[in-house]
Nanobody, 122 residues
Framework: QVQLVESGGGSVQVGGSLRLSCAASRYTYNFYCMGWFRQAPGKEREWVAS???????WYTRSVKGRFTISQDNAKNTLYLQMNSLKPEDTAMYYC????????????????WGQGTQVTVSS
């Protein structure tokens, strides 16, 4: 059973930064892809960013240029560096893996973490 454990969430003011981490219970280089989704209260879950086994990355338009996804295979950890945070970034952030190739569609995701809360206040 694969486990994904997120950390690094918290409260920050507008314009601030946070780095989310996702520790995997198996070698991250074995995943076809990893990524991040988020869900704000009263809203549908949305895809945020993904990275595949070749290191290719994708971002949803609203975070492009502000967020950076990366993966450290030596530490079996996925990261999401979030800069210039906005109130609309407030959500529960979920780490995901294997979906099966790009981890962009939540219906195709195999593994989910429990989530970490990010709150951005003005």
């Amino acid at each position: 059973q694969v486990q994904l454990v997120e950390s690094g969430g918290g409260s920050v003011q507008v314009g601030g930064s946070l780095r989310l981490s996702c520790a995997a219970s198996r070698y991250t280089y074995n995943f076809y892809c990893m990524g991040w989704f988020r869900q704000a209260p009263g809203k549908e879950r949305e895809w945020v960013a993904s990275i595949n086994s070749d290191g290719i990355t994708w971002y949803t338009r609203s975070v492009k240029g502000r967020f950076t996804i990366s993966q450290d295979n030596a530490k079996n950890t996925l990261y999401l560096q979030m800069n210039s945070l906005k109130p609309e970034d407030t959500a529960m952030y979920y780490c995901v893996a294997d979906g099966p190739t790009s981890c962009t569609a939540d219906r195709d995701i195999t593994y989910w973490g429990q989530g970490t809360q990010v709150t951005v206040s003005s």
